[in-house]
């Protein structure tokens, strides 16, 4: 896709928020990106808004689960003013920042899934913080507890060894892992559970319970930056994406890239984000 394609179908909806925005009338937010974003031209979604989104960002906005996501925008945008003209004038459908991707919620081509709005993707992103302890997070466009799906969040890091392991999926030639953090969410939102997968060894462990923290629409994950070890890059040249994975829904079982609602971003990896001077507790 190029850098500045756009598109004629309007975002509509506007909320202010002291020097911010989020954009909702699709049952999206936004939070911005700076000069180097990268532009993305998205199909339309045909799922049904909701305001639990948006409702997140709003919280985290306020200093709430996820501040320091705000603490990291605040720190690379430059240039809000055009970038809100942009999403709403329907130019824009997807911004990225190092650490954070925000986007316009819809369907991966390939999805054959129910059309819950826990499937799609409004923001994903991954931090470097205090400690070497790393948050990878997601926000979808309605709460995990709204119904008796079993879904994923997945990300997907590369450490150094993506390219010469190659796509995940053959459609997404820009999306090569040599790792995954899987978050798997439960009915009604409980009963959730994580692992990483070092796609290089074959080796598989799980992440404390106590570390996965869901609320609403919101998955964060916590971990030590000593659980991805290096592959090659230093941590700070790590890169990611996150796609979201329905597993079963009304006693069907669903896998492979079918299963796959959205990615964020749509086709490609970006680095994570440094925030070496913040400190979350989990």
Known sequence: MGRN??????????????????????GV????????AELARVRAPKI???????????????????HEWVTLVRREVHNLGSVISGFISGRYVQYTIRGLVAKVADAQSLYDGPGLDREFLTE????????????????TRSPFSSNSATSEVVFAIDRGRGASLGPYFASQPGITPDALVTVTLGP????????????????????????????????RVFISASQLPSEGFPISHYRFAAWTQIVQYEGITYSGISAVGSFAPESTMIPIGMLTNVAVNP
């Open 29 to 36: 937010s936004l939070v911005h990106g700076p000069r180097t």
């Open 188 to 219: 009604y939102g409980q009963n959730n559970s994580a692992t990483i997968t070092d796609l290089v060894t074959g080796a598989s462990q799980t992440i404390d319970p106590r570390d996965i923290l869901v609320a609403g629409p919101t998955v």
């Open 124 to 139: 994903a992103g991954v931090i470097l913080l205090k400690r070497r302890q790393l948050e990878l997070a997601a926000i």
């Open 48 to 66: 049904t808004t909701n305001p639990a989104g948006v409702a997140a960002v709003l919280n985290a906005l306020n200093g709430g689960a996820g």
């Open 5 to 26: 394609e756009r598109r004629s179908r309007k975002v509509l909806g506007f909320e202010p928020l002291e020097e911010r925005a989020l954009l909702s009338g699709d």
